[in-house]
């Protein structure tokens, strides 16, 4: 099996090397949980004037762009912040990949009112490649990680699949 690495995928990898192997091999349990459901109400909810979820290539789901080319990622809480802006700097990547250039991106959290502007680095790209390689290797394992107990598993939509 080997399918394109989404920017969910880099996301989950940030958050638990168990989760993006879960959701990699289709084992998906986000559709009932509530942060979840709290956060596709915040996506819906906010920035409504913007042209939303541009699909690329089926890998890429950026949630908008808004001119001067800026990727804009919304994230309900700043409590996994490291994850998404290592999601947008994976699109940006991605999109250099295909020559796209002089963009860059933001994350925002329209709960808190703010927002962070996003660069791709040289060091990240390295970083980002060796992430992939990584990354690969996990979802390609036949059982997932071992369980890395965490203060975040308890809001976690794969919870269950875990402790239970």
């Not at 409590?79 to 998404?84: D, R, S, Y």
Request: proline fraction near 3%.
């Amino acid at each position: 099996m080997d399918k394109p690495i989404s920017g969910t995928m880099i996301y989950y990898y940030m958050v638990c090397k168990r989760k993006v192997w879960y959701f990699y091999n289709q084992i998906q349990m986000e559709a009932d949980n509530e942060n979840v459901q709290i956060g596709k109400i915040i996506d819906e909810n906010t920035y409504e004037r913007e042209d939303k979820h541009i699909n690329i290539d089926d890998v890429i789901n950026i949630d908008y762009i808004r001119s001067k080319g800026t990727l804009h990622e919304v994230k309900k809480s700043k409590k996994i912040e490291e994850a998404g802006i290592m999601q947008i700097k994976y699109y940006l990547y991605y999109l250099k990949q295909k020559g796209v250039e002089n963009i860059n991106g933001k994350v925002d959290y329209p709960l808190l009112k703010q927002s962070i502007n996003i660069e791709l680095t040289d060091e990240d790209e390295s970083n980002i490649e060796n992430m992939l390689v990584d990354l690969k290797e996990i979802v390609n394992k036949p059982l997932p990680p071992l369980l890395e107990k965490k203060q975040i598993c308890k809001k976690c939509a794969y919870f269950e699949l875990c402790y239970i």
